[in-house]
């Protein structure tokens, strides 16, 4: 194939990979379900909640063994795997409804769409890395996009599907949709052909690391760079799904001070607008993020994005504007998501893009650890008084890892 053809065949797959984040990413939207799960079958909230914990967890252990399969299976492979199994736990969520099973939501939901998740998530970023070596942070960024921006479009979706044809249908409608839409995505998959490069790059001259020098798996876990950065990932992963899992009642509390006679209804409604807003900047965040890190370093990004973020957190507790709770909570989220689109290209920076499957995907155990450690700090009674200075107490930790970052060299 000519390497016209490569360089289109390599936004093709870019556009497949931004299809199927945007189909996994309406986990994020699990607010939408677990209210109405709640009022139908008498459900407690941290039972529910539950699920949502148990498919965060899955999905950073999953995403850590699909990265070892993508290097050994290819990624048309794992990808298909996931949707097959993310759209058959979204069926069985449908049927859990029906049935008033919460075990049976828990493992549909929980631990089998939590298993697709995670396949389906890694797969597409180590496979972009190869093709977009001159590139990384911009193309991961917009892959990861999607995925934050998942929840906006489920968030307006489902409401109105549950109202008007019940919650089991809609899960049933979207496990349907999510077999065909990210199963059909993998089919576009495929790994470069050994040694090929966009025409013009050279690894030497960009400071990366070539498929050749690549560290393996083994040597990158024996580096303790690899262990900086999960560690940067996990601080910044907890702190924000921590805000996330609160966002809509410290979203309220800041309305009901504001606005002293809303009914409950409006309030509800302002704070669902809310979410739905920071939303849009946890999937544009992404973009932003990993593009200037590809002008500036993607140490100098983790950098800004900690050091702000922990000013914001501090500051958060003292702002009683409707507005600027909006905007606040809008630049955290473009920050969460940030690190989730900078981290692959600078773990590809660091290792190289021959093993960054195994690598990167062993990395997103950090955000299967956040994802309890974040929500049961912002939730836990003892903690949740000061949960926001909590969280930028681990921003500033995770600042000074990044300050004394360096390139890890074989030697």
Known sequence: MSNENLESKRWIIAGAAIVMQLCLGTVYAWSVFKK????????????????????????????????????????????????????????????????????????????????????????????????????RGLVTGLAVMGFGAGAFFMGKIAPGMILSMGMAKTFYIW??????????????????????????????????????DSFTFNQALKSPQWYMLWAMLFLNVSAGLGLISQLSPMAQDVIKKATPGITPEALAVAGGSIVAISA????????????????????????????????LYVYLPQVANVTLYTVAACYLLACYGGGFATMPAFAADSFGPANIGRIYGMMLTAWGCAGVAGPLVFSSPAIKPIALYVAAGLLIAGFVIALSYKKPSKA
């Open 280 to 311: 849009i900047f946890n999937g544009l965040g992404r973009l932003f993020w990993a593009s200037i890190s590809d002008l500036i370093g993607r140490k100098g990004v983790f950098m800004i994005m900690f050091a702000t973020q922990a000013a």
């Open 36 to 135: 109405p799960l709640m009022t139908v079958h008498g459900w407690s909230e941290p039972s529910t909640q539950a699920t949502m914990m148990i498919l965060m967890a899955v999905i950073g252990i999953s995403a850590a063994f699909g990265g070892m399969l993508v290097d050994k299976k290819g990624p048309k492979f794992v990808a298909s795997i996931g949707g097959i199994l993310f759209g058959v736990g979204t069926l069985i969520a449908g049927f859990a409804d029906q049935v008033g099973s919460l075990p049976l939501l828990w493992l549909g939901f929980g631990v089998i769409a939590g298993l697709g998740n995670g396949f389906g998530y890694v797969t597409p970023i180590a496979t972009l890395i190869r093709w977009f070596p001159d590139k």
């Open 175 to 212: 496990g349907v949709i999510f077999l065909i839409a990210v199963t059909g995505a993998a089919q576009f998959y495929k790994n470069p052909p050994a040694g090929w490069l966009p025409k013009g790059y050279s690894p030497a001259a960009s400071g990366g690391v070539s498929a050749a």
